[in-house]
T-cell receptor
Framework: EDQVTQSPEALRLQEGESSSLNCSYTVSGLRGLFWYRQDPGKGPEFLFTLYSAGEEKEKERLKATLTKKESFLHITAPKPEDSATYLCAVQGGGSNYKLTFGKGTLLTVNP | KAGVTQTPRYLIKTRGQQVTLSCSPISGHRSVSWYQQTPGQGLQFLFEYFSETQRNKGNFPGRFSGRQFSNSRSEMNVSTLELGDSALYLC??????????????FGPGTRLTVT
């Protein structure tokens, strides 16, 4: 069964203080690894898809990387508006296209 | 392009009742998945529909069911509601997968409270 573990559960940063979020996974035949951002009371917002080890993607202050066992979401010089829960999910191989999610990391950026 | 829409946004029901939630996918998307989100369990997969057929199902009891219409709109139904069914129910749509991975785009969710 696919499994995703995210750490830390919560992270508090000062504005401008860079850090990384971790997503460890086990999956049978990785089809894709996804990062989402979720604000309180809203649905997850798609950020990135990574397909293979060594791949990197960037969007503004966010950069996602992938190895064979984990993914990192690096946040450079964060701003208060980056505060949200960041969710990692994997999609395994086979005919089931379901996403298996981690519990998320609650990021708070203080001004 | 309009995003995924879900109705209603909020719902309060009593134990034993049943409820129907609706989801309209992004135009052109033919696959719809449903997820349940709770503080303790996080996001859990309920089921996925494509071309009016349920393709995959998660580990939920038979009280949870769904369907998809010819215009790709989907509904999910929960019968005999229990207190533990209180959650945010999320719908996600995606393009037809031609092989490989595809992104799922989520709606705002329906907040169901069972009293």
């Amino acid at each position: 069964e696919d499994q995703v573990t995210q750490s830390p559960e919560a992270l508090r940063l000062q504005e401008g203080e860079s850090s990384s979020l971790n997503c460890s996974y086990t999956v049978s035949g990785l089809r894709g690894l996804f990062w989402y951002r979720q604000d309180p009371g809203k649905g997850p917002e798609f950020l990135f898809t990574l397909y293979s080890a060594g791949e990197e993607k960037e969007k503004e202050r966010l950069k996602a990387t992938l190895t064979k066992k984990e993914s990192f979401l690096h946040i450079t010089a964060p701003k208060p508006e980056d505060s949200a829960t960041y969710l990692c999910a994997v999609q395994g191989g086979g005919s089931n296209y379901k996403l298996t999610f981690g519990k998320g990391t609650l990021l708070t950026v203080n001004p | 392009k309009a995003g995924v829409t879900q109705t209603p946004r909020y719902l309060i029901k009593t134990r034993g009742q049943q409820v129907t939630l609706s989801c309209s996918p992004i135009s052109g998307h033919r696959s719809v998945s449903w997820y349940q989100q709770t503080p303790g369990q996080g996001l859990q997969f309920l089921f996925e529909y494509f071309s009016e057929t349920q393709r995959n199902k998660g580990n939920f009891p038979g009280r949870f069911s769904g369907r998809q219409f010819s215009n790709s709109r989907s509904e999910m139904n929960v019968s005999t509601l229990e207190l533990g069914d209180s959650a945010l129910y999320l719908c996600a749509s995606s393009l037809v997968p031609g092989g490989g991975s595809y992104e799922q785009y989520f709606g705002p969710g329906t907040r169901l409270t069972v009293t």
